[in-house]
């Protein structure tokens, strides 16, 4: 099956160069949290650090164990794309082209390079429109279980997922599709949807919706940042493959002109209208276009088989290049193909998420040295203060290597953590202005700096690149921690 081929040669693909550079910052705040399993954190439900837990007894730090999962994800992802298309009525060649042209795509090509909660949230999208697909072509409404199980997996992985379930919902009450609204399977899928999400549901009460809260402060960060800007842009451009952009714009008319599968496309209309008005960022819709490019690739395949052989040939050949070159660049920008030489300085140039893998070792290390340079009665009583997650999630897990002692930071879920009930008479403070320090402890000195030996610029190395010792604290901890938490 050509479809199970292409899904295993780009899992094999990713699993080949995923070992490059180091853990994105990103991660380390997964790994970090696997260390605290709960029910929640503060930015996001715990399904992603509780695959991380996994991760680390399967394969301890490893760079490719612990990316596997995301491949995984990305490998059904491009399966399920083939499959929609079959689904649809495609043949080999509809089926073929959706499954490359998923794979070749920018977004589902990155999600495979680290693991991210965002990895996961594609895979669910695509399953819940999969699901969707079987449900109406063949009029079973037991689908509506599995929609519910995999809309509970989506909201315990990341809560933008709700903006496809409005979809969903939208689709069923526009469409012919509002007949299952009486189905008892209907309810059933709601109930269970509900069931998985319960237990962080329950999580978000005891802990006054702090994620609620802590998501509109990032929200306004990125609106502030200009984050949200060239949303209806970077649909073309990144979250599916540019040259197939003409392939899921048919596939959307197509949706829309099929009675029986119209609620489809309410759910590509419904979500992205809703992330467009709140400006959210582009790639928050990702997951609907495996969906449009699926019944794209059938309705291409219709229309090719209706040209003499020669336009034929030369249409598919035409397609497929153009495919096959922008995924080429995007592979080249993207994923860490080299660990040294033009091809690893092309993609540190033009990928900022590889640039954040670089220079957490030398990091730690870095602290560890300043630690040991300290007189005795200061290593004794020592804390480290940290100004952002991926340096948390670095020092609380590179740091044993060194006995560093667990860091302290009211960011994100550091905050729910606390602080020490005996305050250390020392700090090493990083991710700080000077000023910052200052304002916080008492005789900080620079000691170190957190530049590292590729000198690449990054956000460890160019935005507060200074390591400071510092004396004790000016205010009680307990006063910082009131505000709740701190987003980076």
């Known amino acids: 099956m050509p479809v199970l081929v292409i899904a295993v040669l780009f899992g094999v693909a990713h699993i080949l160069t995923n070992g490059q550079y180091g853990f994105h910052r990103d991660e380390w705040q997964f790994l970090s949290d696997a260390q605290h399993l709960d029910w929640g954190f503060v930015p996001y439900p715990p399904l992603t650090a509780a695959l991380e837990y996994l991760g680390l007894k399967m394969f301890g730090l490893s760079l490719v164990g612990l990316r596997l999962f995301s491949v995984l994800a990305q490998v059904l992802v491009v399966l399920a794309s083939g499959l929609m298309a079959r689904d649809l009525g495609g043949g080999r060649l509809a089926q073929t082209f959706a499954a490359i042209a998923v794979a070749l795509s920018p977004l589902p090509m990155f999600w495979a390079t680290e693991f991210q909660y965002s990895s996961f949230d594609l895979l669910w999208w695509v399953l819940i429109a999969w699901c969707v697909i079987r449900l109406v072509r063949d009029d079973e409404p037991r689908w509506w279980v599995a929609i519910g199980i995999v809309a509970g997996l989506g909201l315990q992985t990341k809560y933008s997922i709700a903006f496809v379930l409005a979809g969903v919902l939208v689709g069923v009450l526009l469409t012919d599709a509002r007949r299952y609204v009486a189905n008892r399977w209907f309810w059933a899928g709601g109930v269970i949807a509900l ?19 802590f998501l509109q402060g990032i929200h306004a960060r990125d609106l502030h940042q200009g984050r949200a800007e060239g949303f209806l842009r970077d649909q073309f451009l990144l979250n599916a493959n540019l040259f197939a952009a003409p392939v899921w714009l048919v596939g959307l008319f197509a949706y829309f002109n099929d009675r029986r599968y119209r609620m489809l496309a309410w759910m590509y209309v419904v979500p992205l209208l809703l992330f467009l008005l709140a400006q959210g960022r582009f790639y928050y819709t990702c997951g609907a276009y495996p969906m449009l490019l699926a019944m794209g690739s059938v309705v291409g395949e219709r229309w090719l088989r209706t040209l003499r052989p020669a336009w034929r040939v030369g249409i598919t050949t035409l397609v497929f290049t153009g495919v096959f070159a922008i995924g080429i660049y995007a592979t080249l920008r993207i994923v860490p193909i080299a660990s040294g030489g033009p091809l690893r300085d092309f993609a540190l140039q033009n990928n900022g998420d590889l640039r954040e ?7 730690v290390a870095r602290v560890a040295a300043i630690r040991d340079a300290l007189p005795a009665e200061q290593q004794a009583n020592l804390g480290i203060v940290v100004g952002n997650y991926g340096e948390y999630g670095a020092i609380a897990l590179l740091g044993q290597r060194y006995r560093l002692p667990t860091p302290i930071t009211a960011v ?9 009930q005996a305050p250390p008479a020392t700090y090493i403070v990083l991710g700080s202005s000077h000023e910052r320090a200052d304002e ?16 690449v610029t ?19 901890w307990s006063e910082l921690w009131k505000h709740g938490p701190e987003f980076r």
Not at 357 to 363: A, S, T, V
Not at 412 to 420: A, D, I, K, Q
């Open 412 to 420: 994100n879920s550091g905050w729910l953590r606390g602080y020490p």
């Open 440 to 455: 916080l402890f008492t005789d900080c000195r620079v000691a170190g700096h957190t530049a590292n030996t590729l000198g």
């Open 195 to 213: 069931l998985i999400f319960a237990p962080n549901l329950a999580w978000l009460i005891r802990h006054d919706f702090v994620s609620y809260h």
């Open 458 to 476: 990054n956000e460890e190395s160019g935005e507060h690149p200074d390591i400071f010792v510092c004396g004790a604290r000016r205010r009680p």
């Open 357 to 363: 893998e670089i220079g957490w070792d030398e990091i």
